[in-house]
């Protein structure tokens, strides 16, 4: 009697079911789906080349002898694997595979009765469980401190706040997946990803978050191929609800790596999982990734993290100061804003250290400790004074309103106060003239290099214009 497919597999499923546990067989042959039998061949269809690995390596012995149990001596098994870039076309592409390609590493022997699996049941190992260290929390590697309360939101910041946000109320469930957050270093990139990480778990204390940076990823990587756990390890990558990986441009030029990586976003996302990346650079921009790899990071959402302005650097200085509990005059606290713009993490290392300096020398927190302490930090690090300084200062100097510089007006004053600005930040910021000109007016570059040349001839000729100047250079430099 010729039995169809269904009828066969299921056969076959029923002496699987006996023969491992409950938990395996959910994993490993419910998602399968038997398509065809022809000349004693039976034809099933795998999820991913992943899960015919797997299979391969893991239960090739049982699978074999199911089949020649229904099937005859002859019988034999092929895959149908769905190929990963399945859900960018209509139909889902397939390759098949015959059985038997990969060595099998369990029970090479096809002798029934079939107790393979009975009793060798194997959790999957957990790479963050270092032998003989302390057990980490599998569940998140979350740091409490970076949640979205402690984000200070602002125009550098907003797409990519709202859209992380928007992640952790639906993962897996919105347009932005994966989500990618691209910025230079020190503007909040792994403090936004915790945050998204936190409020998921949060929402879905359910579901499996986790976090990890990508140079943890890479050694864990290793860590298995060198104790011949890779499947493990992907395995158990791929049972994560929320994968948020940190500082993905440290895959450039790790090409195993990425390539594992590729099988476990194709699993994640396919699967509806969300995925969160953080990067030094854009998708277009990192080199040394695999395109197949960066064409995915563009299904998503690319969101940057910019430079925050002043009003934001006084609010995140101001939101640290509440959070410890400490009072600090405003003047210094305008003062920190202005004069460290480039980097958060420098914003706060300023802080930390006059808070610091203050404590220990038991000094009161003022204008004279700030700039001492900020001198050395400016001088150390950025070793530049900020496009808004410059404006605060000479706007400041001439009594004028800060949004002067930035009004279309054309009166002479506030041209000459905006040339002013354009000729101090190209003589003390490293800023390009096309940048400096966006921070004065929005001009172009070539009007700031008319302003420069038009400041150098003023000095030159008009006496009471360099007396500005020089007062100017100096209060720049206090
Ligand atoms: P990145 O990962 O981009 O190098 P981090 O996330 O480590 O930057 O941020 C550096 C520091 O700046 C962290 O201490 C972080 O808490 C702080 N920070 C960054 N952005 C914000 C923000 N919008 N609000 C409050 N703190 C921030
Ligand atoms: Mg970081």
């Known amino acids: 009697m010729d039995n169809t497919h269904t009828e066969i597999w299921e056969n076959c499923l029923k002496i699987i079911k006996d ?8 994993t490993w042959f419910e998602p399968i789906r038997p398509l065809k039998v022809e000349d004693n061949v039976l034809t099933i269809q795998v999820p991913s080349q992943f899960f015919y690995e797997w299979l391969e390596e893991h239960y090739i012995t049982l699978l074999k002898k199911t089949i020649k149990q229904e099937l005859g001596v002859n019988g034999r098994l092929e895959y149908s694997i769905v190929m990963d870039n399945s859900f960018e076309n209509a139909d889902p592409l397939t390759v098949t595979a015959p059985t038997g ?3 099998a590493t369990q029970n090479p022997d096809i002798s029934m009765p079939i107790d393979l699996n009975k009793g060798n049941v194997k959790e999957i190992p957990n790479p963050f469980i270092i032998p003989g260290l302390k057990k980490i929390n599998v569940q998140s590697q979350l740091i409490d401190s970076y949640s979205f309360d402690n984000f200070v939101e602002g125009d550098c ?12 109320q639906n993962p897996g469930k919105t347009s932005f997946n994966p989500l990618f957050i691209y910025s230079p270093t020190g503007l909040g990139k792994t403090h936004l990803a915790h945050a998204i990480g936190l409020e998921a778990k949060n929402n879905y204390p359910e579901k499996t978050v986790l976090y990890v940076s990508t140079e943890q990823f890479i050694h864990q990587f290793i860590d298995a191929v060198r104790n011949n756990s890779h499947n493990d390890f992907i395995h158990f990558y791929q049972m994560i609800d929320l994968l948020i990986i940190d500082d993905i441009h440290g895959l450039a030029a790790k090409e195993k790596t990425q390539n594992v990586f590729f099988h476990i976003f194709n699993h994640l996302h396919q699967k509806g999982k969300q995925l969160v990346i953080t990067s030094d650079k854009p998708p277009v921009e990192l080199k040394g990734v695999e395109t197949r790899l960066l064409s995915r990071f563009k299904w998503g959402l690319a969101a940057d993290l910019q430079l925050p302005d002043f009003e934001t650097r006084m609010a995140i200085i101001r939101k640290k100061l509440y959070n410890d509990g400490v009072n600090m005059p405003d003047d210094v606290v305008e003062y920190l804003a202005y004069s460290i713009s480039t980097n958060i993490r420098e914003l706060e290392g300023a802080l930390v250290s006059i808070l610091a300096q ?3 020398n038991k000094k009161a927190i003022t204008m004279e400790l700030a700039r001492q302490m900020i001198d050395k930090f400016v001088k150390n690090t950025a070793k530049e004074i900020s496009i808004d300084y410059i404006q605060k200062v000479i706007c400041d100097y001439f009594g004028l309103p800060l949004e002067s510089i930035n009004s279309k007006t054309r009166k002479r004053e506030i041209v000459q106060v905006r040339q002013l600005a354009m000729y101090f930040a190209k003589k003390h910021t490293k800023s390009s003239l096309a940048t400096i000109g966006h921070h004065c007016g929005n001009k172009d570059h070539a009007t700031v290099l008319h302003a420069c040349r038009t400041v150098v001839n003023l000095i030159e000729t008009d006496k009471q214009f360099r007396t500005y100047v020089e007062d100017l250079e100096k209060k720049l430099r206090i």
Do not use: C, H
């Open 157 to 168: 910041n907003r797409l990519a706040r709202s859209a992380g946000y928007a992640v952790a």
């Open 19 to 26: 023969n491992i546990s409950f938990q395996k067989f959910k």
């Open 358 to 360: 203050s404590t220990l």
């Open 101 to 103: 390609n990969k060595p």
